[in-house]
């Protein structure tokens, strides 16, 4: 059972258009962050949320919050050829002390000019 | 650079044979996790760190791994007696909480391929 649904899986667009990739859940997550990796490479923190209905922005990347903190969207604007890469929600349960993350199955995004 | 460092980043090795991976975090984190990530999926967790004691083990961690952090700096894994299904990436994270708030930087990962 993935605790984390990311959606979609896959995503071809052209350079210039909007994309928004879903991160949803049945659970309550204390905090929940967004990675980039690249092929071959680490993921790379984009961004933490932190508190229900939070919003922030990344230049051309608006991130959200879910009021009750089960689910996060991630909209891009203008998608440019650099954006092209893996894209993963993680959310941390809180449970006891630790911050293990459970990740999504993540959505690859390629944009083409 | 200050940032997560592993080694080796690329492991070929024959079933059978034990590998050990090195994972030095950033210098100030007092928590470290590793994961491991198969193609086409996201990281899961195996183990957790907090300065040297291990917290938390997944039940994928089976037998056959083992992980330290003697000083609780730098952390290693070990897999024995590798099986062609331990190649994945493996992918190690520190971080320092400060209240509510976590967040995990990752490494480059070291990718394991078993023959």
């Known amino acids: 059972t993935q605790l984390l649904e990311q959606s979609p899986q896959f995503l071809s667009i052209q350079e210039g258009e909007n994309l928004t990739v879903y991160c949803n859940s049945s659970?309550?997550?204390?905090?929940l962050q967004w990675y980039r990796q690249e092929p071959g490479e680490g993921p790379v923190l984009l961004v933490t949320v932190v508190t229900g209905g939070e919003v922030k922005k990344l230049k051309r990347l608006t991130f959200q919050f879910g009021d009750a903190r089960k689910d996060s969207s991630l909209h891009i604007t203008a998608a440019q050829t650099g954006d092209t890469g893996l894209y993963l929600c993680a959310g941390a349960l809180g449970s006891g002390n630790t911050g293990k993350l459970i990740f999504g199955q993540g959505t690859t995004l390629q944009v083409k000019p | 650079d200050t940032g997560v460092s592993q080694d080796p980043r690329h492991k070929i090795t024959k079933r059978g044979q034990n590998v050990t991976f090195r994972c030095d975090p950033i210098s100030e984190h007092n928590r470290l996790y590793w994961y491991r990530q198969t193609l086409g999926q996201g990281p899961e967790f195996l183990t957790y760190?907090?300065?040297?004691?291990?917290?938390?083990k997944s039940r994928l961690l089976s037998d056959r791994f083992s992980a330290e952090r003697p000083k609780g700096s730098f952390s290693t894994l070990e897999i024995q007696r590798t099986e062609q299904g331990d190649s994945a990436m493996y992918l190690c994270a520190s971080s320092s909480r400060v209240g509510r708030e976590e967040t995990q930087y990752f490494g480059p990962g070291t990718r394991l391929l078993v023959l």
């Open positions: 659970s309550v997550f204390s905090s």
């Open positions: 760190f907090q300065n040297e004691a291990q917290l938390e």
